[in-house]
């Protein structure tokens, strides 16, 4: 059932691709060695810390700075009155308008906690006491709260996520049962753990930004627009980052206001925002809210879906939480019906978060097809097994691989899902009600051209470097991985450089589409590497192979050799040293034979390039089933999980070990999402009310049981070059609702607004 | 305010002298001023627990703590608590085999709330164990390996 094998750590074979290696950076980490991005030590720092506006809409129409530029130790003060000189940058797309004036402290206000002025100052304190000193006068404008004022009206349809076939309307009508339930989610905040932030430091028009990022050559590339500068004359350097989850993928107006202040003042500048900045800043999640309506016969046969849905965006962008993204894919659905609204308020553009669109999207219609099975008096997984999905019916394409019917009938058995008593409330332990729900998720395999490059070093090295990004996915390991197998050397025999604008470029570290993105480009780099000292082994007078008169070589064990024990075996650096080579060095990347610079540069500073799950001949995803068991106090309402057991078809893993964690995390992020996570808005003023650690809850350790996780993927290789799918998104996907499901299981209710708060189970 | 004080800080075992405003936290001392930044900064307001260090051997978050409260005492940061040859601290490299980080950022304080907790003795079973780490948030959600690493250094302590 399982690629999973339990295999005692430490064997050799956990150094290949698919072994479970430890964190390759594991030491660096666990020592504080390893450096984030404000802790580069840079001579000469200037502070910068920002001011907010504290209204929702209207203009700023005067900022009194003259307190603050006479605090001491204030070097500058930056407001709307300042013109920066910059340009509007590319979008993801990679499309720009000419000429167009980009202002990252801009005069109208557009949601509460904008930014709006910077204080630079000697020191962090000096900066904060002066920011407290800046005196603003707004001109209020009315505003909108949130897409539930009546004010902000029913939005605008986004026509390219309205979807349909066969007649949904009708046979929903004709079907014999039919349920309906209003779904909704809140606004949800990523909250990594460490907060953005950048050093910037000019050495004449060149620029070094110190950034966490998830895409070093895309946000190298913005600032490089905003400033018109080269973009070779940018260098981002993002190594380590803590944490990410869809917020670092783009540079941030806070990015262009510190890389300002140091080209004005000609010295370093370091920005970090605080806690409660970072809740405003950029977006996290939107809040959705979604109807369904499905058919079905006596017999639980779907007959229809129809779904709307919307989400919040701000006043100045679109931005889509879809949630009707995972619902035409999860089942078998012959007439099916889709819309989905985005309906601007006073908010930040929101972004995308851990499982966009497929997250909240999973919530409804995992939801309401347990609503279905309890009206039809069925068991929730057979009535998912009776509408399995043969193929993707929206695309009307096959699965390239599909093992959610596994995922569901291995994780019911792992979890003991026949022990199961149909009727809510019927399950108890003492005044302790328990319930039990299922929730499935899926998100797209999602892949993007990358490059590599291999470096043989004289003394039996080899060196992967690549400008992707390792933000705890573990890409470090797995391609340090990848190269120990190609040449048949301990992993610790491999060097890795990553997080850097000026190495080869790389898919984001985002919509889970790195590792078998970079993994292709690392092998292809790899294979070629070797192929080339081959090459070299076998023909070049200097080589002790040469008389051995293989046509090829093994490399294995730490030692290259021609095959059937042929002769001498030599080490790598032995190899090297009878060539007489200091370096073997080879780029590679998996873009078409013959791309152009431009094409190149295009690929990897923008997502021209990707490709969708059905853009060839399959329909490509990961897939999930998550089982919950939560346990209910009768008298308080109080909800804890008590037990999750998941099972995920990610096809071939790359290592197992890294790969569960990251499913746990997902899932821990779901239960926050389930229980505890909301952003609160002040009605009045459209303040987050709750922008901080303590007042927005997230998991702590006491809230998390134990999380037994299952494989039940095989290799994929239409999905990646190397057989895996996507793992790091999935994961979050239909935790939610397996949590609302086995709530109702247990109590009798249902929660249909996220979360489930005490409150509305008393 | 401009006016600085004097401060001699003993960190790790050694003894580090600097000037500083008197409202600069251990916290922005070590990261800021000593170049000890394993430390890690994720809230500013006592929240997280990523800024957890020991003074005189006990947990505190540095954010809230002043510079200037931890003259004369004994501060140990993540720095300070492999062996001098530099083999790992056994909660280290539990960590390391468990996986219990990711992004890695919230590790050096788990890892130091870790070593107090099992001190404590707190860590006697995994309820034990999740309740008295539960100050250190991780968002990457390593709370499963966290418990188990914990757990094993606290048998083999």
Known sequence: MTIMEPRKHGDASDGTVGGRQTRFEGNLKVTGGATYALEYPVEGLAYAILVQSTIPAGRVVRVDTEKALAAPGVLMVLTPDDDLGLLVASDWGGNRPDNQPYYPLPRQVQYNGQSIAAVVAESREQAVEAANLICITYEKAPHVATFNDAAAGEGKVMDNLTSGWGDAEAALAAAPVQIEGEYSTPREYHVAMEPHGLTVKWDGDRITVWEPSQWSHGMARSYSEWFGIPYENVHLVSPFIGGGFGSKGAALAHGAVAAFAARKLGRPVKLALTRPQNFTNYGGRAATRQTIKIGATEDGILQAIVHRGASETSTYADWPEQTGSATPILYRIENFSSQHRVVPVNTVTPGALRGPGKNPSAFGIESAMEELAYKLGMDPLELRLKNYADHDYQSGKPWSTRRLREALTEGAEAFGWSKRSHEPRSMRDGKTLIGWGIGCGTFPVIQAPSEAMIRILGNGRVEVVSGAIDMGQGTYTILAQTAAEVFGIPVDQVEVHLGDSRLPGSAIAGGSMLAGSILGAVHKAATAARDELIGLALNDEKSPLRDTGANTLTFSGGRIAAPRDQGPSLTLSELMAALGRDEIEVLRNTLPDGATAQEQHQAWTSMAKVQGPTMGEYSMHSWCAHFAEVRVDEDFGTVRVSRIVSAFDCGRLYNPRLVESQWRGGIIMGIGQALLEEGLVDQRNGRTVNNNMGDYLVPTNADVPHIEVISVGIPDYGASALGGKGVGEVGIVGVAPAIANAVFHATGKRVRDLPITLEKLI | ?157
């Not at chain 2, 601290?89 to 468990?98: N, R």
């Not at chain 2, 590790?107 to 003795?121: D, H, K, L, N």
Request: with cysteine; net charge negative; proline share 2%.
């Open chain 2, 1 to 157: 305010m401009t006016r600085t004080i004097h401060l001699s800080l003993d960190i790790n075992g050694r003894r580090y002298d600097l000037d500083v405003e008197p409202r600069v936290t251990l916290l922005d001392a070590l990261r800021e001023h000593l170049a000890l930044t394993g430390t890690k900064k994720g809230c500013d307001q006592g929240q997280c627990g990523a800024c957890t260090c020991h003074v005189d051997g006990s947990r505190v978050l540095s954010c809230l703590t002043l510079a200037a409260q931890v003259e004369g005492r004994q501060i140990t940061t993540i720095e300070g608590i492999a062996a001098e040859n530099g083999e790992l601290h056994p909660v280290q490299a539990a960590f390391v085999e468990h996986d219990a980080f990711q992004c890695g950022y919230c590790t050096p304080g788990q890892i130091m709330s870790a070593v107090a907790c099992i001190r404590e003795g707190h860590a006697g079973s995994d309820e034990e164990i999740r309740e008295y780490m539960s100050g250190n948030l991780c968002r990457c959600g390593a709370y499963n390996s966290i418990v188990a690493a914990v757990r094993e250094a606290a048998e083999m302590a």
